[in-house]
Structures are given as C-alpha cells and as structure tokens.
Nanobody, 126 residues
Framework: VQLQASGGGLVQTGGSLRLSCAPS????????MAWFRQAPGKEREFVAA????????HYADSVKGRFTIARDNAENTLYLQMNNVKPEDTGVYYC????????????????????WGQGTLVTVSS
C-alpha cells in the first residue's frame, strides 16, 4: 500500500490548512489511520488518529480543539484540517496506516503502523 500525502505549505499564524492522504488501495474496515509530525531536530510525534471500525477520533493534547481528523470513505482519503495554526505546528506531516487497528494504548505509537506516506511540509510563519 502506498500513501500519498499532500496539502502542506506556508501559512501564517492563526491560519488554516488541510492535509490529504490517499492510499493506493481500499483500506479495510479493520484499519486505523493517523497523522504524525516531525519538527526540525525533534522526534516524530503523534498528532491524530481514527479507527475505522468504531469511527473514534484521537488527538494529541497540543492540537485538540484546533485540528480535525476525518476520513472520506467514498473517496478513500484521510484528511487533517488544521485551524488556528501556531509556529510550533511547523514540521513534516506524515500519514500512516495500520491494516489491523492497534489497541487503544498503542494507537499513538508510530511502531503500530505498517505503511507511511512520504510526508508533506507545513511551515507556520509568526
């Protein structure tokens, strides 16, 4: 499975951006997908995830209330709507897919996901 992420760019503080991630094949109902990000000089961190079977949504505390993860089943595409962005949101954003939903305690662990997109750069100017 290949994941194609897009939508990154330069945005001002307080602005909005929408990222997209399109898997090359249909994703089974047992899947979970997530967004992670990596800022310069820092480790990759969890941003948001959704489990397809339950439709549950999960967010890092740093983005809760500002970012929204959503999946369009008809288009087989995952989105990350980023609102009220801050300079600390700057980084390369990666989408990830687990064909078997990780247990809840492992959902934020990058090692739980088998497939990764190439990353899309988001730069927030102050």
């Amino acid at each position: 499975v290949q994941l194609q992420a897009s939508g990154g760019g330069l945005v001002q503080t307080g602005g909005s951006l929408r990222l997209s991630c399109a898997p090359s094949t249909r994703t089974p109902r047992t899947s979970a997908m997530a967004w992670f990000r990596q800022a310069p000089g820092k480790e990759r961190e969890f941003v948001a995830a959704t489990r397809f079977s339950s439709g549950s949504l999960h967010y890092a505390d740093s983005v809760k209330g500002r970012f929204t993860i959503a999946r369009d089943n008809a288009e087989n595409t995952l989105y990350l709507q980023m609102n009220n962005v801050k300079p600390e949101d700057t980084g390369v954003y990666y989408c990830a897919l687990a064909r078997t939903t990780p247990i809840l305690s492992n959902l934020r662990n990058s090692g739980a996901y088998e497939y990764w997109g190439q990353g899309t750069l988001v730069t927030v100017s102050s």
